[in-house]
């Protein structure tokens, strides 16, 4: 596709629920990207992934929260147990992975709204 | 990781410029500076990313003063639809290309 995409869009899960989000960056984007949003705040880094290696997954706030890219393509993010303090927007960006100083450009996708009941 | 001071937020009108300042007072010797925008129920946009002087594409311009500890985003001539959050962000290449994301600044314009 164009852009990255996310799915669902909303969801709606009561405490206690387990839910999976899923992400398909940008083809051939080696980098891809957890944030999560919380209403008027900014994306907080949740964890990175560089093709299907893990680099990072020092923001996933706990042991509940789960990201995978077993291929190096479509990521999914698993939260377990789902509390209300998980209710939030969950942001994906993918990016080419470039040599060089600069920070690479994260192409987002619309993200997923998590509401926990 | 440098972390970043803007404004909450601004106000302006329709045909105008405006500028919006950010400090990053502890900007490390490898940081770029990138500037984001984020509509209401959208994932952020890359607007600009410079490391030192002036920067210009067909949306933006940033200023980086010689000592770098602060930037300037400027959107010449504004309309409604620049209405949105700008986010400053200061990193590198390392630190596994992790961003800190502040509040950004909330710009609304006005007709």
């Known amino acids: 596709g164009a852009g990255v995409s996310q799915s669902p869009r909303y969801k709606v899960a009561k405490r206690g629920q387990d839910v999976a989000l899923r992400c398909d960056p940008i083809s051939g984007h080696v980098s891809l990207f957890w944030y999560q949003q919380a209403l008027g705040q900014g994306p907080e880094f949740l964890t990175y992934f560089q093709n299907e290696a893990q680099l990072d997954k020092s923001g996933l706030p706990s042991d509940r929260f789960f990201a995978e890219r077993p291929e190096g393509s479509v990521s999914t993010l698993k939260i377990q147990r789902t509390q209300q303090e998980d209710s939030a927007v969950y942001l994906c960006a993918s990016s080419l992975w470039q040599a060089g100083g600069g920070t690479d450009t994260q192409y987002f996708g619309p993200g997923t709204r998590l509401t926990v009941l | 990781l440098a972390k970043t001071t803007q404004p909450i937020s601004m106000d302006s009108y329709e045909g105008q410029e405006v500028n919006i300042t950010c400090s990053h007072n502890?900007?490390?010797?490898?940081?770029?500076i990138t500037w984001y925008q984020q509509f209401p129920s959208q994932g952020p946009r890359f607007i600009i990313q410079?490391?030192?002087?002036?920067v210009t594409n067909e949306v933006a311009s940033l200023f980086i003063p010689a000592d770098r500890k602060s930037s300037t985003l400027s959107l010449p001539r504004v309309s409604l639809s620049d209405t949105a959050v700008y986010y400053c962000?200061?990193?590198?290449?390392?630190?596994?290309?992790?961003?800190?994301w502040g509040l950004g600044t909330s710009l609304a314009v006005n007709p």
């Open positions: 962000l200061v990193g590198n290449a390392g630190n596994n290309r992790k961003l800190i």
């Open positions: 410079g490391y030192k002087t002036k």
């Open positions: 502890n900007i490390a010797t490898n940081d770029y």
